[in-house]
């Protein structure tokens, strides 16, 4: 199925910022625009911001004043629904409630020819239920943009129970021929990004809740080590609390209560107490004028170490060897569980356990964890934890480590998995459910997430990289240490991890297992003939777990 052609109508029902981005991004692709909204004058103000937006890329040179008013020929604000007749696509993207939707569309039914297509811009309301209310559900989708329009890539094109197959091709080819990176999901709640995103603004809420860190601190590790644009509080400030809390809310009951998606007594006070973020001056941070900026805990300045002693795999965090060796510290290297000897003091990467309790099981002290960096070359941040009791000369032993590496050093308090690696971890297992429960392939929900919110990687090929058994050992860490089902490790995970061991198992040599008419054995596989089931070593069904740990098949295939 080919994308709409741009002589095809497109019209928008809604001029508010969402409604003005679609129909500016149609009407750049070529298509005539027909922009409408119940509230007096609200269609033609929108069609002047767009002008005003339009004439600013121009003065900066992106775009050509022939292209501004080509696209302002196209884009016209109209009186009413029944103007929207010649459209062969009407988005809408009015208030999100379910019932006005129902009876805007059943509207339009009657309105627009019975080949146009009808699409819901919703980012929370189910597009099956929503669909139920017109008479020919087949044509409805959504096709939801994200905020704002003309600058954000994703959209995610929403299928309905009843949508028809064509029909979504037709969202698919269309929103790609304006420029757009869409992606396919089924209508669940949340669909891909604001489901999987859920984990990245509950861990850092979490950790404040438990007083790990402060925000500002959480952040800084979040974009210095974890790689992202925002920290999940700032984002959380940008985003509104009152917008953001009412979407965990809203997935929370969507999945009857579901506690990997419950929602934060914090945020809810911020709401109560009207600290919206930056759109009331307040959140986690002041926002008014003049207001000091975030400062993130940092260690104090501490001596550069003149060697090392690296025992074994270090996994993830394998690259600090090399750092290492170029900042001028002697290393060593001797086989071993995958941990850095600095006089006395043994660093490792978080597994999932506190750095107490894994000091406690391992016969470690003093033992300092380390967090995961997206890339640690280029990371100029990094979280350390110390265990309970590790006297604070040790620490500074681990701080002059990374300080030498010319990384900023947030020491915060043993909290498992640290910040970056937990959230990767849940964000990764979340997306694996998204994926195994069909409601997008794995491609897509990567792509979702880097085009969506901007994440650094998309969080099953970040799980691909850390390695799916560290991975898994970190969230059953997580879940052991809380005791709570929010933490539960996606069977897909799993499922993936014991198909790679599989994969190693060497087949039978030929001829065991058979009968006299020497038939092949029913299950053997292509493998080394020479080798003897009896003394070919098995992979267990619970795999090894340390940080050096890898993955097998990958996830993001």
């Known amino acids: 199925m080919a994308a709409l052609d741009p002589s095809v109508t497109v019209a928008v029902v809604g001029a508010g910022a969402m409604g003005q981005g679609i129909a500016q991004v149609a009407a750049q692709a070529g298509h005539p625009v027909l922009l409408v909204d119940t509230r007096p004058g609200a269609a033609q103000a929108a069609v002047g911001s767009i002008a005003k937006a339009l004439t600013a890329q121009v003065e900066k040179g992106k775009r050509t ?227 000091a900026k975030p400062v993130p805990q940092n260690a104090e300045p501490a001596a550069k170490p003149d060697r090392v002693l690296v025992q074994g795999d270090l996994g993830p965090a394998a690259s600090l060897v090399g750092l290492l060796r170029e900042a001028g510290i002697a290393v060593d290297e001797a086989p071993g569980p995958g941990v850095l000897l600095v006089d006395g003091i043994t660093l490792a990467l978080t597994d999932g356990r506190t750095a107490t309790a894994r000091a406690a099981e391992d016969g470690i002290a003093p033992l300092v964890l380390l967090d995961l960096a997206l890339n640690y070359a280029k990371a100029t941040r990094v979280a350390l934890a110390p265990a309970d009791g590790t006297p604070s000369e040790a620490v500074a032993v681990a701080a002059g480590l990374f300080q030498a590496l010319g990384k900023a050093v947030s020491v915060i308090d043993d909290a498992p998995g640290l910040v970056v690696m937990r959230t990767v971890a849940m964000l990764a297992s979340e997306a694996a459910d998204a994926a195994m429960q069909g409601v997008a392939s794995a491609a897509d929900i990567d792509i979702a997430m880097t085009k969506g919110v901007n994440y650094p990687l998309g969080p099953l090929a970040w799980a691909d990289r850390i390695g799916l058994p560290h991975v898994l050992a970190v969230l059953d860490a997580l879940a052991r240490t809380y005791g709570e089902d929010r933490y539960r490790a996606s069977a897909l995970l799993r499922r993936k991890i014991s198909a790679s061991q599989i994969a190693q198992i060497p087949s039978p040599p030929r001829g065991e297992g058979q009968g006299e008419g020497g038939a092949p054995h029913e299950f053997a596989s292509s493998g080394n003939p020479g080798a003897t089931t009896d003394s070919t070593p098995r992979i267990p069904l619970t795999p090894t777990l340390s940080p050096g740990g890898r993955g097998g098949k990958e996830l993001s295939a």
């Open 65 to 291: 004043a022939a292209e501004r008013d080509a696209t302002m020929d196209r884009l016209r604000a109209v009186d009413g629904l029944p103007d929207l007749a010649p459209a062969g696509l009407v988005v809408e993207a009015i208030v999100e409630d379910l019932n006005v939707k129902r009876r805007l569309f059943a509207e339009l039914e009657d309105i627009v020819g019975e080949s146009a297509i009808l699409a819901t811009n919703t980012s929370s309301l189910s597009v099956t239920a929503i669909g139920a209310g017109v008479q020919r559900p087949e044509r409805l989708a959504g096709l939801h943009f994200f905020n704002p329009a003309p600058l954000m890539a994703l959209v995610e094109i929403v299928s309905g129970l009843a949508t028809d197959a064509a029909v979504l091709d037709t969202l698919f080819d269309t929103a790609k021929a304006w420029g757009k990176s869409p992606v396919r999901c089924r209508s669940t709640p949340g669909f891909i990004v604001n489901r999987v995103a859920r984990p990245f603004y509950a861990e850092g809420l979490r950790l404040v809740q438990e007083q790990a860190a402060d925000p500002a601190t959480i952040d800084a590790i979040a974009r210095e080590a974890g790689g992202f644009r925002m920290g999940p509080f700032e984002l959380m400030d940008l985003i509104g609390h009152d917008v953001n809390f009412a979407v965990t809310r809203s997935v929370h009951a969507a999945y009857f209560g579901d506690p990997r998606f419950q929602p934060s007594l914090i945020q809810q006070e911020l709401v109560e107490a009207g600290r919206l973020g930056r759109k009331t001056g307040r959140g986690f941070y002041n926002h008014g004028p003049g207001a």
